[in-house]
């Protein structure tokens, strides 16, 4: 406390001084004994992410979203921040990057990449095939709210915090002898954002506020796009503006987004862009935002009326109405799974002192923490009806962002979605199914044109407007299998959820792109093998012929090529997706000739093969590569979220795979950690799997909690360690439901309930010193169930032993029947 203070305030803080201290002494006795916390400490080290002091950067700040409008929260006492986001708004508008007649040059490409003319193909790729223009388009930056307070000096017992059980943001400190709250939140009930500035002390709120806009400033030809800032009647401000001309493509999009406050007593008024309140008991700030875009062809939405609508319904609302249905909404999806992991002194510090002082073992929590911080993400970023989540989600700053915050497909949007089925979020991958059915459109012309072929083609990136040709250089656009790999999403959400009208919806897209590869694959003249070619393994430069250095005039610096044929991993992606689309055709009884066809070409695809010095080899030519510890690890997508290597059923391209990771180490990035702990998990390593949730932890981790990507936030990375948690719990990709398969040491003890398997089974599991306790099993499709636990196990339901055959040691199998639960324990006398 400062000097000049009451003495009414010096006992409230004094009194939470005292709380506070009682609560250490009890944390700390209870410590001295077991060196763990109770259960409900554990919950709440794996739900909150919190620090001692306002974010610095951007980066630190903490993310609430509803799918469609997103924010940063800065919880800056005197000056706040809360950076905004609206999913639609890009530069640009509808276009093609289609170039007619490129399939003429596709026969002399093919023919000099299989003569080892790597340099000459590249050039060709690039002159005819290569999309045009050759970038895409860039997610914007919407603005932001600015909120100057009057005090400055004197804030003690600060806290920033974000709950991901309630998904608010909350800022509370003391100041000047009164208690500051500010609590943050995006409604996807009501579409606005909420902000509420409170004080346990009437007539203590006083700010002024600005909505504020950005545009381009870094090239010439962003001058094309503006935003106007104004007040609004007596309680309001607007931002009006339009979306830049990027690529000689016209910007298209207005975008308007309004405030309104709504003070409880005190005074506000209104001057210019400003609004000002002075001396309120509280105030709660709602934020509408909108675009016009209505899809990526039609523009023709009116900004100014969606916002009208929204602001109208949510300004009749009360706060507490307004929170409470945006906290139900957000537990409806949220409290399906849940996490508790030990938890240690450690998992009491702020977060980002969590993340310095991680080693692996002395704070699990943070390990549940980091699961439940991918499936908050994912709520947050993508929900039915909205965009999918893109490079940084659904939050951006910058008008130049990083790789345009786009979709990049060679891994990174794949991954974004891993955790959704398993974390129990299936509706939240609806975007994504969207965005593949919308990537058709332009992929056909592309299959058509660029390659003579049929069905539809897209490679390593799109945009909101859906373009689907190769973009950014031959050594990149050559990824032919992009919009393959998105398909195998259609088939593991027919796995998890039985949904035969999805499948059915869907089989279409899925077939589509197999058609495009029976017209495109070639056979190779040394090996005799189906490839696709040209070809590419995702911005991994081979150290072969290929490498030999030539100024490039599509990226315009010196450079090899990437170019080849039949890598690794689109061999794997087509073998699993015409496998898909096989068993597709069967289960909905339709095209048996096709299926024929697809399963005669399958049979002929270029097969995986081990290296010299015993690894996956990653291209059909045993080369090395020109980076000791490259980020992709594109060969082991048959491990994962592949399934064709597995170290039960073929252990030799399990143990390449294992060269592979080892000899690409721990460096790479956030996203990159994740893909090989997920490897790992597979492998049933839990120490190396746990040794990159740590190295990612302690080196591409902001405090927030967000993955770091070449000193950029990504949310791929953090999307990827959820996923990656859970593979490590639970897998299910064998035909079968496997317990605890990387149990790591340091969470010997534990418990999750309602992760979801493949075969449409919902899982709690229990475990004690790294054995398996009790299970819980629900079916929701009644299909036969195998389990394999590492134990002998018994089965109940309804206090009914359930008869179960043992195919082999500790795994057992039973019918099931939909809706019925299943309780699985250790054998009596077997433990």
Partial sequence: MTEGQTGKPAVSVLMLGLALAVFLASVS?????????DLDQKKWAGLKIWDSHPATKWEEALPVGNGRLGAMVFGRPDEEQIQLNEETYWSGGPYST????????LPEIQKLVFNGQYRQAHTLFGRHLMGYPVEQQKYQALGGLVL????????????HQLDLDTAIVTTSYGQNGARYRREVFSSPIDQVIVVRIAADQPGKISFRAQLRGTRNEAHSNYATDYFQMDGLGRDGLILRGKSADYLGVEGKLRYQARLRALPEGGSMTVTDDELIVSNADAVTVLIAAATNFVNYKDVSADPNGRVETVMKAASGKTFEALKKAHILEHQRLFRRVEMNLASTPNSLLPTDERLKSFDGTNDPALAALVFQFGRYLLISSSRSGTQPANLQGLWNKDMNPMWDSKYTTNINTEMNYWPAEVGNLSECAEPLFRMITELTDQGSDVAREHYGGRGWVHHQNTDLWRVAAPMDGPSWGTFTTGGAWLCTHLWEHYLFTGDKEFLKKTYPVMKGSVEFFLSFLVAHPKFGWLVTNPSTSPENFPAGPPSIKFFDEITIFMTGTSICAGSTIDMQILNDLFGYVVQAADILGVDTEFKKNVLATRAKLAPMQIGKKGDLQEWIEDWEQTEKSHRHISNLYGLYPGRQISP???????????VVLDQRGLVGNGWSSAWKMACWARLGDAGKALNNLTYCLRNYTFPSLFSICSRALQVDGSFGLSAAVAEMLIQSHENELFLLPALPQAWSDGEVKGLCARGGFELDLEWKDMRLEKAEIRSKLGNACRVRAGVPLVVKSQGRAVRCSRPEKDVIEFKTTAGETYRLSVAAGKS
């Fill in 148 to 159: 100057k307070f009057p005090s400055k000096n004197g804030v003690t017992d600060y806290r």
């Fill in 98 to 105: 289609v170039v007619k007649g490129g399939y003429k040059v």
């Fill in 648 to 658: 039960r059923r073929t252990p030799e391209f399990a143990r390449a795979s294992r």
């Fill in 29 to 37: 006795m209870s410590q001295e004994k077991t060196g763990l916390l």
